[in-house]
């Protein structure tokens, strides 16, 4: 559970919403009006206007046509999210999150743009077309006349008719080429549901966002734990957790925290080399060390997390994971190494750093992750940071304290807990007590909670604080005693 990763937070847009209007639409289509907290299905025969500040997101095989009173148009492809704000009155502008929109601008109209989380496109009487993965990666295809690209570093370039270019979250735009695309017909999605769950990992972190994704999720969930209890300082905290599958090779964990002044939470994203067997633990009992000398059938390829209190965030960002064999003879295994693993915090003066997943504090190559090992490291500043640690409880009690100073004088701390229902911290004598009065390792772990605070220099003084119980992470076979 420390690997409870982050994220994006998307740039957005505005849209004319005074004469934009839903004209058409195919299949599930959610609108969530400006200031809503929840999302409500738009009704096919409905002719609905848009709003400043309202936000749609399309479903598997579901489009939506956008009329508005100049003529122009727009269409979104299945898979794809997008928000709406107000026009300033020479310009309009829509802003994607993620998936494809493509546009046909009257000429004579007002400016019009499309923003992304790495571009941003400006033009007058063009039809074309703009798509954004869930990694922030743009791409501007022109089918008439002729559109002003740009990316997050400040390059532009005019991309003409027939023409296309890329546009690498937080890297430099390709140069404009002849474009080998025909004109999408904008009824499939720019990429698999895979992306589409990655990309609400780091771009969903509102209270709002966050309430209505679980009530969504939760009717679906494959396991599911609800339970109040008693937190480090005293607190009482109502738990909710769940797990799903947004894919055939995914699943997801998610926990709500809500106590009486405040509301925490972790989504952490599980990407699998191969479609998952229905029973779960069949996959993680291996995804992390296999014993034996024959290479497991499922793994993990990619791990995305955050933890957030809705303001500040931590996020962890690992992919290009494989599985290799140690070579052993006394221990033969194959232990998960991931390509890179990365680190991210942010308070909200960095919410957007590193296409939304915050500032990099350390990253990884080629990580062992059972042993704890790595080709190279490196750090925020360049030199490894001050650590400091402590047993604050005593040696004998599951309460640990770390902190990371950096070069720059940034700093991160985490402490950890393991508790039981009622608040005590557990002691290494408890599990001897408890199996003593006859209770089972098992019975003695579903009375147990985790607690991580993470504090930092750049939350001004606020707190990320997380409690997930024992119960939920061992029936979904992510915790487990040998």
Same mark, same amino acid.
């Given at each position: 559970? !420390?690997?409870?990763?982050?994220?994006?937070?998307?740039?957005?847009?505005?849209?004319?919403?005074?004469?934009?209007?839903?004209?058409?639409?195919?299949?599930?289509? +959610?609108?969530?009006?400006?200031? #809503?907290?929840?999302?409500?299905?738009?009704?096919?025969?409905?002719?609905?206007?848009?709003?400043?500040?309202?936000?749609? !997101?399309?479903?598997?095989?579901?489009?939506?046509?956008?009329?508005? +009173?100049?003529?122009?148009?727009?269409?979104?492809?299945?898979?794809?999210?997008? =928000?709406?704000?107000?026009?300033?009155?020479?310009?309009?502008?829509?802003?994607? @999150?993620?998936?494809?929109?493509?546009?046909? %601008?009257? =000429?004579?109209?007002?400016?019009?743009? %499309?923003?992304?989380?790495? &571009?941003?496109?400006?033009?007058?009487?063009?039809?074309?077309?703009?798509?954004?993965?869930?990694?922030?990666?743009?791409?501007?295809?022109?089918?008439?006349?002729?559109?002003? #690209?740009?990316?997050?570093?400040?390059?532009?370039?005019?991309?003409?008719?027939?023409?296309?270019?890329?546009?690498?979250?937080?890297?430099?735009?390709?140069?404009?080429?002849?474009?080998?695309?025909?004109?999408?017909?904008?009824?499939?999605?720019?990429?698999?549901?895979?992306?589409?769950?990655?990309?609400?990992?780091?771009?969903?972190?509102?209270?709002?966002?966050?309430?209505?994704?679980?009530?969504?999720?939760?009717?679906?969930?494959?396991?599911?734990? !609800?339970?109040? #209890?008693?937190?480090? *300082?005293?607190?009482?905290?109502?738990?909710?957790?769940?797990?799903?599958?947004?894919?055939?090779?995914?699943?997801?964990? %998610?926990?709500?925290?809500?106590?009486?002044?405040? *509301?925490?939470?972790?989504?952490?994203?599980?990407?699998?080399? &191969?479609?998952?067997?229905?029973?779960?633990?069949?996959?993680?009992?291996?995804?992390?060390?296999?014993?034996?000398?024959?290479?497991? #059938?499922?793994?993990?390829?990619?791990?995305?997390?955050?933890?957030?209190?809705?303001?500040?965030?931590?996020?962890?960002?690992?992919?290009?994971?494989?599985?290799?064999?140690?070579?052993?003879?006394?221990?033969?295994?194959?232990?998960?190494? *991931?390509?890179?693993?990365?680190?991210?915090?942010?308070?909200?003066?960095?919410?957007?750093?590193?296409?939304?997943?915050?500032?990099?504090?350390?990253? =990884?190559?080629?990580?062992?992750?059972?042993?704890?090992?790595?080709?190279?490291?490196?750090?925020?500043?360049?030199?490894?940071?001050?650590?400091?640690?402590?047993?604050?409880?005593?040696?004998?009690?599951?309460?640990? @304290?770390? =902190?990371?100073?950096?070069? +720059?004088?940034?700093?991160?701390?985490?402490?950890?807990?393991?508790?039981?229902?009622?608040?005590?911290?557990?002691?290494?004598?408890?599990?001897?007590?408890?199996?003593?009065?006859?209770?089972?390792?098992?019975?003695?772990?579903?009375?147990?909670?985790?607690?991580?605070?993470?504090?930092?220099?750049?939350?001004?003084?606020?707190?990320?604080?997380?409690?997930?119980?024992?119960?939920?992470?061992?029936?979904?076979?992510?915790?487990? *005693?040998?």
């Amino acid at each position: 559970m !420390r690997y409870l990763f982050l994220l994006i937070l998307l740039s957005f847009l505005c849209v004319s919403t005074e004469a934009a209007y839903i004209y058409g639409l195919r299949g599930e289509v +959610d609108l969530k009006k400006a200031g #809503a907290a929840d999302w409500a299905r738009v009704g096919g025969d409905e002719k609905t206007k848009l709003q400043p500040g309202d936000e749609l !997101r399309t479903a598997r095989a579901s489009t939506i046509e956008i009329y508005m +009173d100049d003529g122009t148009r727009i269409k979104v492809a299945p898979l794809s999210a997008f =928000k709406m704000s107000e026009e300033d009155g020479e310009k309009v502008s829509l802003g994607l @999150y993620f998936g494809r929109v493509r546009s046909w %601008v009257k =000429k004579f109209s007002k400016k019009f743009e %499309v923003r992304t989380p790495s &571009a941003v496109c400006a033009v007058r009487g063009t039809d074309f077309m703009v798509s954004s993965d869930a990694d922030g990666n743009s791409r501007v295809e022109v089918y008439e006349g002729s559109v002003l #690209a740009g990316d997050s570093k400040g390059n532009s370039a005019l991309v003409r008719e027939g023409q296309a270019t890329d546009i690498p979250a937080g890297g430099k735009m390709k140069d404009p080429g002849q474009n080998p695309n025909q004109p999408s017909d904008m009824n499939s999605s720019v990429g698999d549901s895979r992306q589409v769950a990655r990309a609400e990992i780091y771009s969903e972190i509102s209270k709002e966002d966050v309430l209505s994704r679980a009530q969504e999720e939760m009717k679906a969930s494959e396991y599911q734990n !609800r339970k109040v #209890a008693i937190d480090a *300082f005293g607190n009482r905290v109502r738990m909710e957790e769940y797990t799903i599958r947004p894919a055939a090779n995914q699943f997801k964990y %998610v926990v709500l925290n809500t106590r009486e002044s405040r *509301f925490d939470f972790g989504k952490i994203l599980f990407t699998f080399n &191969a479609a998952l067997p229905d029973d779960l633990s069949q996959a993680t009992a291996s995804m992390i060390t296999s014993p034996g000398a024959a290479a497991p #059938a499922w793994y993990l390829t990619e791990m995305n997390s955050v933890m957030s209190n809705t303001t500040d965030k931590v996020t962890e960002d690992a992919f290009g994971g494989t599985m290799v064999y140690n070579g052993s003879l006394s221990d033969p295994r194959y232990n998960l190494i *991931f390509g890179d693993y990365k680190f991210y915090a942010a308070g909200p003066a960095e919410a957007n750093d590193n296409g939304g997943l915050g500032k990099l504090m350390w990253a =990884k190559t080629n990580y062992n992750v059972p042993n704890n090992t790595h080709a190279s490291i490196t750090y925020l500043g360049g030199t490894a940071p001050t650590l400091t640690g402590s047993l604050p409880s005593g040696s004998d009690v599951f309460h640990s @304290y770390s =902190k990371n100073t950096y070069s +720059d004088g940034t700093w991160i701390a985490a402490e950890d807990w393991v508790l039981f229902n009622d608040g005590d911290t557990l002691s290494t004598g408890d599990f001897n007590r408890g199996l003593g009065e006859g209770n089972t390792v098992d019975a003695v772990t579903d009375k147990l909670n985790f607690q991580r605070v993470y504090t930092s220099s750049l939350f001004g003084g606020r707190t990320i604080d997380l409690m997930y119980s024992a119960k939920l992470l061992k029936e979904a076979g992510l915790l487990r *005693f040998e």
